[in-house]
């Protein structure tokens, strides 16, 4: 099965950037589409970006123009991009096929201070 490894998160100041990273054990485009979630704790789980296969991306309101999602098919791997960030973007992310079940994984911390 292809597992999703998740990794670049940290503290960061607001306004700052960073940038996550989603590696695939196996062939990423052996899923169909490859999403990021953000959970902040007692908070619904949301996908804030999404990757098809076919590179179309789309975003959700609250990040759309400050986060940009890509993928290295040399790398196998799937970014997030994130830049002008706010405190309201504190949550643990992970990344998750769109459309396939795969179990989800530890996800990475992302902290923005005050």
């Known amino acids: 099965q292809v597992q999703l490894v998740e990794s670049g998160g940290g503290l960061v100041q607001p306004g700052g950037s960073l940038r996550l990273s989603c590696a695939a054990s196996?062939?990423?485009?052996?899923?169909?589409?490859v999403g990021w979630y953000r959970q902040a704790p007692g908070k619904q789980r949301d996908l804030v970006a999404g990757i098809t296969s076919g590179g179309s991306t789309n975003y959700a309101d609250s990040v759309k123009g400050r986060f940009t999602i890509s993928r290295d098919n040399a790398k196998n791997t799937v970014y997030l991009q994130m830049n002008s960030l706010k405190p309201e973007d504190t949550a643990v992310y992970y990344c998750?096929?769109?459309?396939?079940?795969?179990?989800w994984g530890q996800g990475t911390q992302v902290t923005v201070s005050s």
């Open positions: 998750n096929a769109l459309y396939q079940k795969i179990s």
């Open positions: 196996g062939s990423i485009f052996s899923i169909n589409g």
